[in-house]
């Protein structure tokens, strides 16, 4: 062999082991994406009639969804964990709705952004308080989610209020082709924006190093406390941003949180194969999850099952993915 021809090789094979190491990085949630595009092929099946509008029922009900996912997601990778979401996701869109009840399309806009800042600092107070009280994330959290729905009511003691146009067009209908639902690409959008801002900077590293542990993140310089409050306050901006898509999608808004979103969000984010233990996975997986677990439940109804077996199935999903996780991660202390 010349040393052109090396010289030619290397390159190529440089390029196909970088490609193999993305794979192998990401062989969990690409799995999860070839399970959804099955599941999509069996509910064609067991219902011919599932086509343009099931797609964009599908993107628009896990919007919010997939947000709350989003939230959890960045908080348990720092090592923590968050039972007020579904609070904080009730308090943002009741805030909105009221906010935006008879106002003008301009003033929408204003309302939004003040709504984005409100979820950034119930987020943060979350996190303030986890720091400077020393309490487990999931005490102080389970706490708060009473304060915040508890706030809700008194923002708004029955569904109502109202939503801007432009805030509906958003997530309903589709683009430029019908099976592109806009709800989709709003989601996409977003947490690409999001998370991939968050994800490569200073504050990305400092989620995975204080997820990863705590005193070697320390010993690194890592300013621990800052970064867990900091973790509290993206999560509080995806909870926001589940609010307004509640709000978006509905035109109205309800004060009464649904128990699900928060149990949802950790079932996404454990089938998604982010550790538990913070420090490893990204929103990705967790996202896919929630596609797959809702149209689930659409699947049960479609073959005329009870719908409370789709809470059933979930939990059986989510013991065995631990349990595999348990069982890779033993495996690999062993080598």
Known sequence: ????????????????????????????????????????????????????????????????LAF??????????????????????????????????????EFGVLVVALTLLLGIGLGAINGGLIVLTRVPDIIVTLAMSFVWAGAALLV???????????????????????????????????VAI??????????????YAIGSSHLAAFRSGVPVNRAKLFSYAVGGLFAALAGLSLTASTGNASPIPAPEHTL??????????????????????????????????????FLKLNPSLATVAQGVILVAVVMFGT????????R
Request: glycine share 12%; charged share 10%.
């Open 1 to 64: 062999m010349t040393a052109a021809t090396a010289s030619f090789e290397e390159p190529r094979t440089s390029r196909v082991d970088a490609v193999v190491g993305v794979l192998r990085r990401n062989a969990w949630a690409l799995g999860l994406v070839v399970f959804f595009g099955l599941m999509l092929v069996f509910t064609r099946i067991i219902q011919p009639t599932y086509g343009v509008s099931g797609v964009q029922g599908l993107a628009i009900g896990v919007l919010p």
């Open 68 to 105: 709350a996912a989003a939230a959890q997601t960045v908080i348990v990778i720092s090592g923590g964990i968050d039972l007020s979401i579904g609070s904080m996701m009730a308090l943002t869109s009741v805030v909105a709705a009221t906010s935006m009840k008879g106002q003008s399309e």
């Open 156 to 190: 708004l003691n029955v569904p109502g209020g109202g939503a801007a146009l432009w805030l509906t067009d958003l997530v309903l209908g589709s683009l430029g082709n019908e099976w592109i639902p806009k709800a989709a690409v709003l989601l996409a959008s977003l």
């Open 194 to 207: 999001i998370w991939l801002t968050v994800r490569h900077s200073r504050l990305g590293l400092w989620f």
């Open 264 to 301: 949802f969000s950790v079932a996404a984010v454990v089938l998604g194969g982010v550790s538990l233990a913070g420090g490893r996975g990204g929103l990705f997986g967790p996202i896919v999850a929630v596609f797959i677990l809702s149209l689930l439940r659409t699947d049960l109804t």
């Open 327 to 334: 069982l890779v991660q033993f495996r690999r202390s062993r």
